[in-house]
């Protein structure tokens, strides 16, 4: 791993991003390139020019020649996209799998990719990317684990092998997310009804007595529904793998179920009504259920 000089991004949204810019500011020689399934449109060519990379016309060109291969995709479009790439891959390429899905499809993942002699690293990414960017606390699995890791922290990154085996790293990420991801479900569903009869400061009176520490009277609700109203779609997309993964061991996953319901609810909601996320900045929970709620 020590002469690494071509990386390849599969999908360049929040994550490629920041994944892009941060690696080029650290070592402005790497050649980054990257490609997305919408490459060609004019905000990835602005996003890729500010980031100091170049985006390929296609995912063969985005992977030949590239030492390694980071894929930050959607949950729902991960093991295609690890399939398309194995039709690339060549023995030294190394495909690091930063998607939110079920062991077993990181395991199918792993199939594909070391049936076509590349390495494979399953990537757990256990907090949201901003505001720590590269230094996001990254679970690693794999055969090649510990050399990865290696690279990735001498570029920057806080990465830490859990073990060997794919698919433990990122169970842990996906049993997280069932209270995770139901908390911001939980609190969304609570405090719109609550404001719908008015004592929506009577309840977040009471969390905050209940759990003080997490801050129920300040900002922590407003974080929490604001990731659903920002990522809502994409976290639906992961909740349904994490339902996978509960019933992969004979867990049922009804919370969870409810989670996938809520989460992508209230972005088709906020999307019936033509409100996109950028207009409910700064963000306050309130105006948004009002915008929603407003007859």
Known sequence: MNNVTRIALIGFGEVGTILATDLKKQDPSLDIVAFDKQTGAGF??????????????????????????????????????????????????TFLDLNSVSPNTKRSAMDAI?????????????????????????????THAHA??????????????????????????????????????????????????????????????SFPSLGWDGAFPHYLISRIAEHGKRRAEEMREVVKTLEDVGVAGDMSRGTVLCQQGLVDALAVKGIRYGDLQPFDWTQMVDLLHRR
């Open 44 to 93: 990835l060519c602005e996003r890729a020019h500010l980031a100091g990379i170049r985006l390929e016309a296609s995912l063969q060109d985005a992977v030949k020649g590239s030492q390694i291969i980071f894929s930050a995709v959607t949950a729902a479009e991960s093991l295609n996209v690890a399939r398309d790439v194995a039709r690339h891959i060549t023995a030294y390429q």
């Open 148 to 209: 990865v890791s290696q690279w990735l922290n001498g570029q920057g990154f806080s990465s830490q092998v859990h073990s060997n085996v794919v698919g433990e790293a990122s169970a842990i990420k996906m049993c997280r997310s069932v209270m995770i991801k139901g908390l911001e479900a939980l609190t969304a569903e609570c405090l719109t009804a609550a404001r719908q009869y008015g004592i929506e400061q009577e309840v977040v009176a009471s969390l905050h007595a």
């Open 114 to 142: 070391e049936q076509a002699s590349g390495a494979y690293i399953d990537v757990a990414v256990m907090a949201p990317y901003p505001p720590a960017r590269l230094k996001t606390p990254l679970l690693l699995g794999g």
